[in-house]
């Protein structure tokens, strides 16, 4: 499974990501975007991905703590 978000869809606008990372909206008709969410995207779509890959970033983070474990002081 890709790392990589899928964006959400809601009729003419697409939840996109930056190359900084931060989430914004694209509006397929006007060919315009814009980082706040448009006044009738459905509450929580979208927000589904962004929580996997951020429990998959802390997965990844615990996992390197244990294999690689700080030395003693």
Do not use: C, F, V
Not at 23 to 36: A, F, I
Not at 42 to 59: F, I, N, T, V
Request: glycine share 6%.
């Amino acid at each position: 499974m890709s790392n990589q978000p899928q964006p959400a869809t809601w009729g003419i606008w697409n939840e996109q990501r930056s190359s900084n990372g931060k989430w914004y909206y694209y509006n397929t008709r006007t060919e315009k975007s814009q980082w706040y969410k448009p006044n009738d995207w459905p509450e929580g779509l979208g927000e589904g991905e962004k929580q996997r890959l951020a429990k998959e970033e802390r997965d990844r983070a615990l996992l390197s703590e244990k294999e690689h474990p700080a030395d003693p002081e």
